[in-house]
């Protein structure tokens, strides 16, 4: 029984990577590509000087990292992605631009040993976390939030922005469909979910920095997307 409930939770992120392989190539610019780095530009606004590494759960092409390691030459970057094209093109990148300490993992952030990866290759504490718009993709996100909790280092801190069902009745139906229809582990939540999800997981001073509700954002119909933030306290959380 076990056997057959990892071979579907595989099943589905296999199905989530070859959609991500399939967009890797034009992916930085594609329709939705504006909408992507400008969600990546409110995290930039967040994060104005860093000491340590960052991660980027979720990164992509790594185009935020690539923004982040040029306006802090000396941090550590690493990201980690489910699709192997998103890593080779986000490899390519640095490549051509002439980048170093950043580099990126091809895995799943729900994965203990990707995580364990992640700790091997890290010089320095992690200061920072990112996740921008994978969220939704986690099976466990009460699990994926406490790995990032985990990871960092005390005083660190988690940035976390997604799309908010709250204020979109577009996302809300998404949400329904990803459940009822598709039937795949895509699902979106409440700025108040997320808000919870950090707190109950241990982060402190949990607050939502940002909300952006608004018609046409960055050629998009309709744009709901909450940027959370928390803070990992220095003493150890026991485990709920
Ligand atoms: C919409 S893209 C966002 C990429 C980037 N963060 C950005 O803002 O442009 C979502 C990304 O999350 C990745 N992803 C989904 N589930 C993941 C998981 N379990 N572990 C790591 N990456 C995952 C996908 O492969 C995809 O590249």
Redesign the pocket.
């Known amino acids: 029984m076990k056997h057959k409930e990892d071979k579907g939770k595989s099943n589905r992120?296999t199905i989530?990577?070859a959609e991500?392989n399939r967009k890797a190539l034009h992916y930085e610019s594609n329709r939705l590509a504006n909408w992507?780095q400008a969600?990546?530009e409110q995290i930039l606004h967040q994060i104005t000087s860093l000491d340590g590494a960052v991660i980027?759960?979720?990164?992509?092409t790594g185009?935020?990292l690539r923004r982040l390691i040029k306006q802090n030459p000396y941090a550590t970057c690493i990201g980690?992605?489910?699709?192997k094209q998103?890593i080779e093109q986000a490899k390519i990148k640095i490549h051509v631009e002439r980048l170093n300490n950043v580099s990126f993992i091809h895995?799943?952030?729900?994965d203990a040993a990707i995580i364990e990866k992640v700790r091997d290759r890290l010089d320095q504490p992690v200061s920072k976390i990112v996740c921008?718009?994978?969220f939704h993709?986690?099976r466990h996100p009460e699990i994926a939030v406490r790995s990032m909790h985990d990871l960092l280092a005390p005083n660190g801190s988690l940035f976390l922005l997604d799309r908010a069902m709250d204020g979109s009745i577009g996302t809300f139906t998404w949400d329904f469909l990803h459940r009822y229809l598709i039937k795949d582990q895509v699902r979106f939540y409440k700025t108040s979910e997320l808000v919870s999800l950090l707190e109950k997981t241990g982060f402190e001073n949990v607050r939502v920095l940002k909300k952006i509700n608004r018609w046409l954002w960055k050629q998009k119909l309709y744009t709901s997307l909450a940027l959370v933030s928390g803070i990992r306290g220095v003493t150890p959380v026991e485990a709920s």
């Open positions: 992120s989530i990577e991500f992507y969600q990546g980027d759960v979720g990164c992509g185009w935020l980690i992605d489910l699709s998103m895995g799943d952030w729900e921008v718009s994978s993709y986690f």
